[in-house]
């Protein structure tokens, strides 16, 4: 962990797989209030311009809220956990769960946990997909999503409409990868290796900025559109998010949710 030096007696910190992210001595756009300086622990002060960094003091409050909201999700739910796993057995081959590589807060990759909505080998179909159709290609590159999606189950289109696919994602909540609320975590596609390139492309100059919070199970873009927002339409609310962030902001977020599980819009 890099220790920044104190502006207005509050503590800034940056992860060391942001610093290799970046692989930089000299780092760019990354900024809180234009602070302008920080150090590591070496004490090797770097110059920066422009860097944004989450305030620690806000870490604790909204760390405390998602552990003990994961919880009662996890407790509360558990039955619906239970009738969505049998469905899921009883509907398609394959196992419960599915595991989606993402990108967490500083770049660090993730395993986000879902409940499974795709056939077998899915991404090998979806990499094949791109590469045959340019339309589909397009598509994905605008949404990172398909509309007609061949690759979903019949339970699973039911799953993703409603959002419960994304039920196990509380684990991951519970174990730090994932806030409840915070900017919507990018897919990786591909090559695990080559992900740096892959999420510069989405994220241009936003990178830093989108990777220095955790991101969230739900956020502003979740409750403004979903699937139905483009890409850099999705950039300027997770920017908006993260400018405006508090605890309040998050219960309000939290609270716009609920309904759309019940009357999804914008979701496929």
């Not at 007696?9 to 992860?15: D, G, R, T």
Request: proline fraction near 4%; glycine fraction near 4%; aromatic fraction near 16%.
């Amino acid at each position: 962990m890099f220790y920044i030096k104190k502006f207005n007696n509050l503590n800034y910190y940056l992860s060391k797989q942001f610093y290799k992210l970046f692989n930089n001595n000299f780092i760019e756009n990354l900024s809180y209030k234009d602070y302008t300086l920080f150090e590591r622990k070496t004490n090797y002060t770097m110059a920066c311009k422009n860097i944004y960094i989450y305030p620690f003091k806000h870490r604790p409050m909204k760390r405390i809220f998602d552990i003990l909201f994961s919880l009662f999700i996890l407790c509360v739910f558990s039955p619906v956990y239970l009738i969505i796993s049998l469905l899921i057995l009883i509907t398609s081959d394959g196992s419960i769960f599915y595991l989606s590589y993402r990108i967490g807060r500083g770049g660090k990759v993730i395993k986000c946990i879902k409940f499974r909505t795709m056939f077998k080998q899915s991404e090998n179909i979806l990499l094949k997909l791109l590469n045959q159709d340019p339309v589909l290609k397009k598509e994905w590159g605008l949404f990172q999503k398909l509309k007609k999606d061949p690759r979903i189950t019949a339970i699973g289109k039911f799953l993703r409409k409603t959002s419960l696919d994304e039920l196990p994602q509380f684990i991951n909540v519970l174990k730090g990868d994932l806030s409840i609320v915070g900017p919507r975590p990018f897919a990786l596609i591909g090559e695990k290796e080559n992900f740096h390139l892959e999420i510069k492309k989405y994220l241009k100059d936003k990178t830093q900025k989108i990777l220095s919070v955790r991101p969230g199970i739900t956020g502003l873009w979740q409750v403004s559109g979903r699937s139905e927002i483009t890409i850099d339409e999705r950039l300027k609310l997770e920017e908006e998010y993260i400018d405006k962030q508090s605890f309040f902001l998050d219960l309000y977020l939290i609270c716009k949710t609920i309904p759309k599980i019940f009357f999804p819009t914008g979701a496929y």
